[in-house]
Every structure is written in structure tokens, then in C-alpha cells.
């Protein structure tokens, strides 16, 4: 083997090795750290119907008797769903004040949200509060709960519609 | 301030490509072919795969113990396999990447090449899609990290419903189907890609979609030799009661992930877009700074439907049609979109001789900028121009080394748009003068023609694979072909001047011009 031909081999082996070098070392290099070590993580997440906005209007007689027959509903009841004020605190710390906007283009779909908020680990009191109906001057919707996070936990706070209370999953 | 930019990349590039020209030769420089070997990656990612998808349990609980049996159990082959996967995706990102500076460096996004640099961008969106859902399917740490961040990003869009990061809340809101919808999509956007891929390079003629074969066994046993060294892993398995703190990222794929913990996802989606909605207007922010040169023009006239220009249109800009007034016989059509006035299709008209006795030398196709009587004008002015010994008549390229500097009393030059517009009769023409000794042909260097194909069909031509081909009775040994890049002017001085004596000490036999008939005969 004359030295051109193995300075060519040399340099290609030396652009392979390179090239592999980088893509094996930037595939999973270097690490990440996406939650600092003595932080646990809360994610507040719901799907809840706002409240209807208006009251049923009763038709009488006279109304229900223009409309076409297969149109006669007894009540004309508004579709707009109040918006829900939710609220998040820790440590007596407001962290999340949120107003969650119904879906749908009139505004009569769930009001669904998702957030994800990183705490310290350890002790914490959590407060949780929603409204439903701009009417409400408390919170009807409340839960306080004392707990101790170990780092990296994820504490999960859903709302059960059903049964209308928080839930710490 | 592009163009500075362009300027800045290309001297970087047309270095690191002289450099790695040293050391693989022409054929198997990878910068020449990254288009090539991005394709080349596709395949080994969709070959490992289709492995790994045999093994593979779609299920959540199944999901990491059939990639940890692959991995563990399984090394030899499923480890290596799933290895493959991985960092080929990843060199496929790495080669898409340099390819689109490359282009962008080479000015190839503007006039006819604006088709094939707008239809490749999406492409990124598509290989980042199918790369970044496959780590979802490991369903391990780093999948679990991937799944929550992506969701939360999508959940951005006012278009995706806000449910979406609620599937990964918990282990109670995970099902398997999820995971066979993963699956699904794992498969079907890297098939949209391939799809998308075609479409890219459905304008060019002969479009290269495979590497050279050293360079592609190369490119395999490195990737073989990296899985068996630093083999794929997985993370721990997923728990989603458990954040992950610290991951293992692919900053290959995902080097802006980072940036979703540290501001609004919505500004990521915002700042990604404008970066693609940039690239994909630059054809028209950064237009031609000269006037467009015309497309090529078809006389019928002097066609005579031998379609040759239309195999050697690099752009796929000519196609057959029946002639306008000879019954029976076809004549080329250029359609003017397509064409970037390279002037191969006049390399390649057998009309385009110059030992035709007419007034005004026309050829069945040429490009207006240029014509083939100019260029005869203007050859035989140089030939003027010259003497003393072993006089050589120079013909260049103008996206090559400017071979005007190396013009002297006994050296000609003359510098066309691309070399591949250079007819092979005009190389018999002028090598049968009798005040030149010697024709040298240069251009882009080998492997990487500016106009993709011009020096590899004049290589063509001159070795009689390829119509018309180089006949002359001046003798071949009159005629010297040396590719050099724009750093490579010493080369070719050193390969003129090796040239030059060789035609002062060893006087070639020559010929007398023939009849104009019988040499323009010859050439049809």
C-alpha cells in the first residue's frame, strides 16, 4: 500500500470515526435536566361544564304555535356556559388565577384545562378553588390540603364533575 | 446581508469540500452527495424498523419490556438493529441539515431550482414528526419526558383540543390503543416523507437517491461499528407518578425542546414557523441579483427531434413534441420554468457544430444569453490571441475555478455558463486549428457539477458514452479534460503546464479540417 492510498484510508477512517463520534454522543448527550432535583411537580388538569349563563324562558301558547311542529320545546333555554375562575395556590402563594373560556362557538362546550406548575419538595399546602357562574361571589368549589412532596413526585389534581369535588390523584 | 452570508458559507464549504476531495477522491466525497445519503439513512432506518417492529409489544405494558428484550436478549441482531434505528435517524438529520446550508450556500433556491427548495422544507417538519414519535414507543423515561413535552406543545396550537396531555396524566388515562395509534403514526409519516422526498426531486433528471456504493458500505459499517461500541439504551421504564428529572436528550432531534420549559410553547411554534415561512420565501427575498438568464429556445429549423437534449436536460425542463412542419418527426420544447439556462441542452444538439459553412451559425436548441455562433465568434477571437509554443485553447466554467487567470501569450481562455454546453465538435473545431496545439476542458471538479450533470456529460461525450460524441482526427491526445474547484487553481496550472510540454515534446500528428458538409455529416 503506497502513502497516498493510506493517508486516504487514515482520513477516511478519521471522518467516519468523526462523524459517528457526533451522532453517538449528541443522540443522548448531554443530559437534560427538565425538573431541578428538590422541585415536585403539580399538574392541575379539568374538564368541567360551566354553569348555563341565562335563565329557561317558558313560551306560552301563542309562541309555541309559530314555530314548526317538530320546534315546540315547552322552555327556550339559553346555551352559554360561564366561564370557570380557577385559582392555585401554594404556601399561601397564588401560583395560577385563571379564567377557562367554555368551548364551541356559542360558547355551551366544557371548559377544559391543563397546567403543569413545578413546587418545592417537601411540606406544602395546597388550595385549590373554582367558580363556575359569574354569580358566585365564594368559591363553591374549594379544597386545602397539607402534604409532603418528595422530589420528582407528580401530584395530580383533577376535578370530578360527577360528584363536584377536587381530587388529588 | 444573505448574500454575505452565502459568500461566508460557500468559502467555508467549497474548502471543507476540497479537503474532503483529498481524502475520498470525487466519487466518494459524501458533501456531493448528502441528498444521496439522507435517502441512503432512510432506508437503513426503514429496514432496522421493520425489525423492530416484528418484536415490538404495543402494548403499555408490553412496550418497554420488548424493547428491553431487543436491547438485552437479543444484542447481536435486535440490539444492533435498534441502534441502527436510532443513530441513522439522527445521521439522516445531520446530512438533510448540511445539504439544505449546502444548497443555500450554492445559491441552488432561486428561478428553476426554487421548486425543489421549497417542496424540500416541509420535509423537516415531516423527519422531526416521524423521529420524535418513535421515542414515545420505548415508553422509558426519556419516552415519558418526550410524551408530556410534546403534548403540552401541541396543546398550544388553538387547533388541538387542550385533552390532548390529559391522556399522559396518569397511568388510569393510558390505553393500549394509544400506543397502536403511535405506531400507526410512526409508520405513516415516515411514508408521507418518503412520499414528500419524491416529490423533492421529481424535477431532476437522474436524480441521485443512492451514494456511491464505497461510500454507502462505509456509512454502514461506521453506523454497525457505533451500535455494537455505544449500543442504544433505554431510560427506566415510565412512570408517570414520577417526573423526570434529568434525561438523556437526543439534541439531535430535539435541540429545542429546552426552550418549551423556559418560555410560552407559542413563541416555540411562532419562532419555528417564521424560521420555515423565512427559508421558504428566501427564492423571492434574495432574487437574482443579474437579470434571470433567458431559458433555452428551440429552432425548429435545425431540430431534427434526435431528443438528445432531452436526456441530458439535468431539470427535466424539455420534453418531445411532433414538429411544428416536418410530418412525422419531433422537436424539443423547453418549458421556461423549469429551465435554468445551463446550456447542456446546446452541448448536446447535434446542429450545434461549428464546421457549418452559414452566415449565422443556429443550433436546434440554445440558450439567448449565449448563442452557439457567439461562442464560435468568440473561440476563434481567442485563438487570435495566441502564440508561442504548445499553444492551448482553455475552456472553463463559470461556477468553477475563473480560468481568465490563467490566460498568457501561448493560453486561451474562454468561460461558458456551464462546461456541458460545450458541443464536442467544437472541441474537434478548434483542436484542428492551426494556431492551437492543444484543447484543455475544465469545470466544476468531478462529482459535483454546479448544473448537476454538466461535467459528467461532457465525460461522457468525450469517452463516446454518450451522444454526440468526441471525434476528431486532430487526435485525442489534443485534448486534456482537468475539473478543478475554485481552490484548486494550483492543479490546474500544474496539470496546464504538464499539458503544454507534453504537446511541445511530443508533436502530435494532426489533420486537415475536412469539407464543412462532410464534418458537419459527421457530427449529426
Not at chain 1, 306560552?60 to 352559554?80: G, N, S, V
Not at chain 1, 392555585?88 to 385563571?98: A, K, R, W, Y
Not at chain 2, 452570508?5 to 475520498?24: H, I, N, P
Not at chain 2, 424493547?67 to 441502527?84: C, H, N
Request: with cysteine.
Amino acid at each position: 500500500m503506497n502513502t497516498t492510498r493510506l493517508r486516504r484510508c487514515a482520513g477516511q477512517g478519521a471522518a467516519y470515526a468523526l462523524f459517528a463520534a457526533f451522532i453517538g454522543y449528541f443522540s443522548n448527550s448531554p443530559a437534560y435536566q427538565h425538573l431541578p432535583p428538590d422541585q415536585a411537580m403539580v399538574k392541575l388538569s379539568l374538564r368541567h361544564s360551566g354553569q348555563l349563563l341565562g335563565e329557561c324562558q317558558q313560551r306560552d301558547p301563542e309562541e309555541l304555535a309559530k314555530l314548526p311542529a317538530t320546534m315546540r320545546a315547552p322552555a327556550d333555554c339559553p346555551r352559554e356556559r360561564s366561564p370557570l375562575e380557577l385559582v392555585l395556590e401554594v404556601n399561601g402563594e397564588t401560583i395560577l388565577d385563571e379564567q377557562i373560556m367554555p368551548r364551541g362557538l356559542h360558547k355551551d362546550g366544557m371548559a377544559s384545562m391543563y397546567r403543569r406548575v413545578n413546587v418545592p419538595s417537601g411540606p406544602v399546602m395546597l388550595k385549590v378553588r373554582m367558580k363556575d357562574h359569574p354569580g358566585q361571589t365564594e368559591f363553591p368549589y374549594s379544597v386545602e390540603r397539607e402534604m409532603t412532596l418528595r422530589p420528582a413526585q407528580v401530584l395530580v389534581i383533577d376535578f370530578d364533575s360527577q360528584n363536584r369535588r377536587f381530587e388529588f390523584l | 446581508m444573505i448574500r454575505k452570508l452565502q459568500q461566508v458559507m460557500l468559502g467555508v464549504l467549497v474548502r471543507t469540500e476540497a479537503a474532503f476531495d483529498s481524502v475520498f477522491g470525487a466519487h466518494w466525497n459524501p458533501w456531493y452527495q448528502l441528498g444521496a445519503l439522507s435517502f441512503h439513512f432512510f432506508w437503513i432506518v426503514v429496514v432496522s424498523g421493520v425489525y423492530l417492529y416484528v418484536f415490538f409489544d404495543t402494548s403499555i405494558l408490553g412496550a418497554y419490556a420488548s424493547v428491553q428484550a431487543l436491547t438485552e436478549e437479543q444484542w447481536y441482531l435486535g440490539g444492533v438493529m435498534r441502534s441502527l434505528h436510532r443513530y441513522a435517524s439522527d445521521a439522516m438529520v445531520v446530512t438533510v441539515t448540511l445539504h439544505l446550508l449546502r444548497e443555500f450556500a450554492k445559491g441552488r433556491f432561486r428561478g428553476a431550482q426554487t421548486f425543489s427548495w421549497v417542496s424540500g422544507l416541509p420535509l423537516l417538519w415531516l423527519l422531526f414528526a416521524a423521529g420524535i414519535g418513535g421515542y414515545w414507543l420505548v415508553w422509558d423515561q426519556f419516552g415519558q419526558y418526550v410524551a408530556q413535552t410534546t403534548t403540552e406543545w401541541l396543546e398550544r396550537l388553538p387547533a388541538i383540543s387542550d385533552s390532548l396531555a390529559r391522556t399522559f396524566l396518569s397511568d388510569a388515562t393510558l390505553s393500549d390503543r394509544l400506543f397502536s395509534l403511535l405506531v400507526f403514526m410512526h409508520i405513516a409519516i415516515p411514508l408521507f416523507l418518503l412520499v414528500g422526498m419524491f416529490i423533492h426531486v421529481n424535477r431532476l433528471k437522474l436524480a441521485r437517491t443512492q451514494p456511491a456504493n464505497g461510500l454507502a458500505i462505509g456509512v454502514v459499517v461506521m453506523l454497525v461499528v457505533l451500535s455494537l461500541v455505544k449500543p442504544a439504551r433505554s431510560m427506566g421504564p415510565a412512570d408517570l407518578k414520577t417526573a423526570v428529572a434529568s434525561v438523556d436528550l437526543d439534541w439531535v432531534y430535539m435541540n429545542f425542546y429546552p426552550l418549551l420549559d423556559r418560555m410560552d410553547p407559542l413563541y416555540v411554534w411562532i419562532m419555528l414557523a417564521g424560521i420555515t415561512g423565512l427559508l421558504m420565501l428566501l427564492p423571492w427575498l434574495s432574487p437574482q441579483q443579474a437579470p434571470a438568464p433567458q431559458a433555452a429556445v428551440v429552432d425548429p429549423n435545425n431540430c431534427n427531434g434526435c431528443s438528445w437534449c432531452f436526456q441530458d436536460c439535468p431539470y427535466e425542463a424539455i420534453t418531445m413534441i411532433p414538429h411544428e412542419f416536418r410530418k412525422g418527426q419531433r422537436q424539443a420544447r423547453v418549458d421556461p420554468d423549469r429551465c435554468t439556462a445551463c446550456g447542456i441542452c446546446a452541448g448536446s444538439c447535434p446542429s450545434a457544430t461549428p464546421f457549418r459553412h452559414v452566415e449565422e451559425l443556429v443550433s436546434g436548441i440554445e440558450i439567448p444569453g449565449y448563442p452557439i455562433d457567439r461562442l464560435r465568434e468568440e473561440a476563434v477571437a481567442k485563438l487570435a490571441t495566441l502564440s508561442g509554443e504548445a499553444r492551448v485553447m482553455v475552456f472553463g466554467c463559470d461556477h468553477a475555478l475563473p480560468i481568465a487567470q490563467i490566460e498568457t501569450a501561448g493560453v486561451a481562455a474562454l468561460s461558458l455558463p456551464c462546461i456541458g454546453m460545450l458541443p464536442p465538435s467544437f472541441v474537434d473545431y478548434i483542436a484542428r486549428q492551426d494556431n492551437v496545439d492543444g484543447v484543455m476542458v475544465s469545470g466544476c471538479c468531478s462529482g459535483d457539477c454546479f448544473y448537476r450533470k454538466g461535467n459528467h456529460w461532457t465525460e461522457e461525450r468525450f469517452a463516446s458514452r454518450r451522444m454526440p460524441h468526441l471525434r476528431t482526427s486532430a487526435g485525442h491526445d489534443k485534448v486534456e479534460v482537468c475539473w478543478a474547484s475554485v481552490f484548486q487553481g494550483e492543479m490546474l496550472a500544474a496539470e496546464l503546464d504538464k499539458f503544454r510540454a507534453r504537446l511541445a515534446h511530443e508533436p502530435i500528428a494532426g489533420g486537415t479540417p475536412p469539407p464543412a458538409g462532410e464534418a458537419a455529416h459527421e457530427h449529426h
